[in-house]
């Protein structure tokens, strides 16, 4: 069994922002998944289903971004999951629009909503960071990250969110290299990568 996190801000105020793309993300495994209707416990939204024949149960932290442990240490302890069957889908600025990677462990990089999971159940799970792109100067980071995704960049978010859910059930086998690579190719037959661009690993 395992534990797919969405990271984000709960509320329709932040439901276009940057960094919500992680919600982005498991509503569009749940959706092309038949996962069951999103209920409310676990201090968040919770839907289950299954991927490649694993037992997903997926959650939505409403406990806003800073204290999104809370809701992952609350779900993983009734459900006995240990840390490292704990998926966390995340906003990374440190990568191009658009680009995934995916690691087990490592630094948290300023996310307060890694920081917090890690508070509480530890280090070990693994992280699917979701390229946003970064403003370039630190101190437009905030502002940045909480602002709606722009007319332009829609079409790779929603692009971005279909090739992860198209391949998500190889995180569940912990086939990392083989997703990321999956999706940087769905993203480079969309045209979103150059041929010449080999960003997949």
């Known amino acids: 069994m395992r534990l797919f996190v969405g990271l984000g801000n709960p509320g329709a105020k932040y439901a276009h922002n940057r960094h919500n793309i992680g919600f982005m993300a498991v509503d569009e495994i749940a959706r092309r998944h038949g996962f069951a209707p999103w209920r409310r416990r676990f201090q968040g939204e919770t839907t289950e289903g299954s991927l490649d024949g694993e037992r997903v149960v997926m959650l939505r932290p409403a406990t806003f971004m800073n204290e999104s442990g809370r809701a992952v240490q609350e779900a993983a302890s ?3 999951i240990a840390p490292g069957e704990v998926t966390v889908f995340q906003d990374e600025l440190e990568l191009p629009p658009g680009k995934v990677r995916v690691k087990v462990g490592g630094g948290i990089a300023g996310h307060n909503g890694l920081r917090s999971i890690s508070a509480h159940i530890g280090n070990d799970y693994r992280r699917v960071r979701l390229g946003i792109g970064h403003p370039g100067v630190k101190e437009l980071v905030h502002g940045y990250v909480l602002a709606d995704f722009a007319k332009d960049e829609r079409p790779w978010v929603q692009a971005l969110c279909e090739a992860v859910a198209d391949s998500a059930g190889l995180l569940t086998k ?18 979103f990568f150059d041929k010449d661009d080999g960003g997949g690993n």
């Not at 912990?174 to 045209?191: E, I, P, W």
């Open 78 to 80: 009734f459900f006995k």
């Open 174 to 191: 912990d086939r990392d290299s083989t997703f990321q690579n999956k999706v940087h190719l769905a993203m480079q037959a969309k045209g």
